[in-house]
Each structure stands twice: as C-alpha cells, then as structure tokens.
C-alpha cells in the first residue's frame, strides 16, 4: 500500500533553513499530485504547498510564499520541500500527502485536508526565536 516517509525536520533559529524530504512507494508516483500539510499542537492540518504530477504546477499557501519551494523527483519518487527565511510561527510537523485526486478538483476543494487519502508520518520542524 501507500507509503510516505518524511525525513530533513528539526531545531533551526528564525530565518534558518530545512530541507524536507518525501520517499513514496505503492502508488504510481509519476502520475499522482504531491504536497505537504502540516499541523501544529491544537490546531488543525493546513495546506503548504501542492505540486502537479510533472511538477510545472505548483501552489503555496498565502503564510509561506516567497520562502518555502516545492520540488519533485519523478525518477527516485522524491518531493521535497524547501523551508527558507523560516519563521517561529512556522513550527509545526510536516505531512507529506498524495491526495489522489487530479490537480483540479484539488484546487477546486480549496486545497483542504479533506482531500487528502495518505499521509505520511510526518517530520518535526521547530522554528526559535
């Protein structure tokens, strides 16, 4: 079955970097659209970012443009996400999702958590001031 595994959180000071990796196995990977959600305690999973089957379309949440870049690999069936200018508020755990559903209907549903049919298990990314 589908299986997704986070790796790359961690401790890092404000306007530090991380580098998040996803390795997808179970499902064909190439033609599935990919992202990260992340949550952070008592509050609920949001959308991060969200990358295409061919990775030309990318979409990010309004809190982290300009800072973070999606990224694919459609050889090793790799995504990663690239965390820069990183803020406090920006700690949380990291998801990496395949929401199986096709890039339309994805952004048509507001890019929710409800769309989402596997999770990984996500990855700590802790954020001081």
């Known amino acids: 079955q589908v299986q997704l595994v986070e790796s790359g959180g961690g401790l890092v000071q404000a306007g530090g970097s991380l580098r998040l990796s996803c390795a997808a196995s179970?499902?064909?990977?190439?033609?599935?659209?990919m992202g990260w959600y992340r949550q952070a305690p008592g509050k609920e999973r949001e959308f991060v970012a969200g990358?295409?089957?061919?990775?030309?379309?990318?979409h990010y949440a309004d809190a982290v443009k300009g800072r973070f870049t999606i990224s694919r690999d459609n050889v090793d069936n790799m995504v990663y996400l690239q965390l820069d200018n990183l803020k406090p508020e920006d700690t949380a755990i990291y998801y990496c999702?395949?929401?199986?559903?096709?890039?339309?209907?994805?952004?048509?549903?507001?890019?929710?958590?409800?769309?989402?049919?596997?999770w990984g298990q996500g990855t700590q990314v802790t954020v001081s001031s």
């Open positions: 999702v395949a929401p199986g559903l096709e890039w339309t209907s994805w952004k048509d549903s507001q890019w929710g958590a409800d769309t989402i049919n596997d």
């Open positions: 179970g499902l064909p990977f190439s033609i599935y659209d």
């Open positions: 990358i295409n089957r061919s990775g030309m379309q990318t």
